[in-house]
């Protein structure tokens, strides 16, 4: 007998939603990824200045700025299922372009697509998971994307480093004469193609019908997820939160109706994408190689490290699910705010200790490996906190009304963040070194904790619609 006919809650269903849009976040993370083992073939097909490079690199982001910002409205008008499709279809679309780029200009248009995709993906696989989980574990379903993305991470770290292993470097020959660099763009195409498939037997958000006031088809898939009798309370619920202001979602509803000034919920949701970028984590997962490179390593063991640290983060977000449903978000975020404080000043304090050699910097006997280490550390005090909290906070933060509208924005502040996070370390590490670059996020990570301290308030254990801003 089908379980939501007994009444009972269908966690199967709920738990293989969840897990199907997560998939977005593997590629997200996959796509995020890839990049780093190809830097080298980047400069080499293209002649690329730093300048260049870094714009190279960063140019996806430009995408997941855009992506972000235009997929909260998408999915208030086109459904949030149908964004995740598109997004499907544009991380095909990038994966094939940016391996077949002849030129910087067609692989940055590539990237800018698959920037697209990310931004979309970012944004609404965590919303889509907070509306279809049940209070009581939807934080740990939500960091399933987390460790998704840090999957996707460490799978595109894996396929670069076997990809120019068995090539003799990223810039060699491959399969078909092709350098191993393009081949690292093309394997996204198997993953896309799969998360394209399996979004198509998915259900729709009850909410997002509910606020498109397609009450069957909501009470249907709540019908199928929490069982008759629960569905019927879930579906007032939702139609109770809206009730009271059921028009069609806009950009304006951020503002507050009588001041006509923006809801502090959604400065506080900013503030929370901004952080997330500024403490510089993405320098380790984009310029990992370069990084490692630059302190003495071989390109080899740099790839091998990133490896290393993607497993490292993957541990870190299974503790994560662990705690965050019991300890709640805002602990989880400020621990990992004075974590990350801590094993930046040990990475500045070992790459201060450095000396320019022949344009590279040595480090001294035993500061490679504090640098390391201390690097390491950061990686996975990110992935217990920031990392997955600031996606599961976005995601269920903001009332029902405003959901994706403040998506929007906060995740295109997220990606523009990223954005110059990105485009600048290129031009930091040749300008002010290593050890100044590193300060810059050392103090981005000291402030987050008084941000989190003074404005971020807990959601734990709030169904959605209590949510207030």
Known sequence: MNQAMTGGENTRLIVLISVVATIGGFLFGFDSGVINGTVDGLQQAFGSTKAGLGFE????????????????????????????????????????????????????????IGGFAVGAASVISPAYIAEVAPARYRGRLATVQQIAIISGLTAAFLSNYLLAAKAGASTEALWGGHAA????????????????????????????LVV????????????????????????????????????????????NKVTGKIRPIVWIGIGLATFQQLVGINVVFYYGAVLWQAVGFSENDALAINVLSGALSIGACIVTVLLIDRIGRKPLLWIGSAGMAVSLALVV???????????????????????????????????????????????EMFPNQIRGSALAVAGAAQWTSNFAITVSFPI??????????????????????????????????????????
């Open 57 to 112: 690199v960063a140019s996806m982001l430009l995408g997941c700025a855009v992506g972000a910002f235009s997929a909260g409205r998408l999915a208030d008008s086109l459904g949030r299922r149908n964004v995740l499709i598109i997004s499907a279809v544009l991380f095909l679309l990038s994966a094939i372009g940016a391996g077949a780029a002849t030129s910087s200009v067609v692989f940055v248009i590539a990237r800018v």
């Open 212 to 255: 498109k006031r397609r009450k069957d088809e909501a009470l249907r898939v709540l019908t199928r997820l929490f069982g008759g009798a629960e569905a019927q309370n879930k579906l007032a619920e939702i139609d109770a939160s809206l009730s009271q202001d059921h028009h069609r979602p806009q950009l304006s509803d951020l503002k």
């Open 349 to 395: 304090v070992a790459f201060a200790s450095g000396s320019l050699v022949d344009g590279h910097l040595q480090l001294p006997e035993g500061m490679g490996t504090l640098a390391l280490v201390a690097a390491n550390l950061y990686v996975v005090f990110f992935n217990i906190s920031w990392g997955p909290v600031m996606w599961v906070m976005l995601g």
């Open 428 to 469: 930091l590490l040749a300008a002010i070194g290593l050890a100044a670059t590193y300060s810059i996020y050392l103090v981005s990570a000291i402030i987050s904790v008084v941000f989190v301290m003074k404005y971020v308030h807990e959601t734990k254990g709030k169904e959605l619609e209590q949510m207030e801003g």
């Open 181 to 208: 660099w393009r081949w690292m763009f093309w394997m996204q195409a198997v993953p896309s193609l799969v998360f394209l498939a399996l979004l198509l037997v998915i259900p729709e958000s009850p909410r997002y």
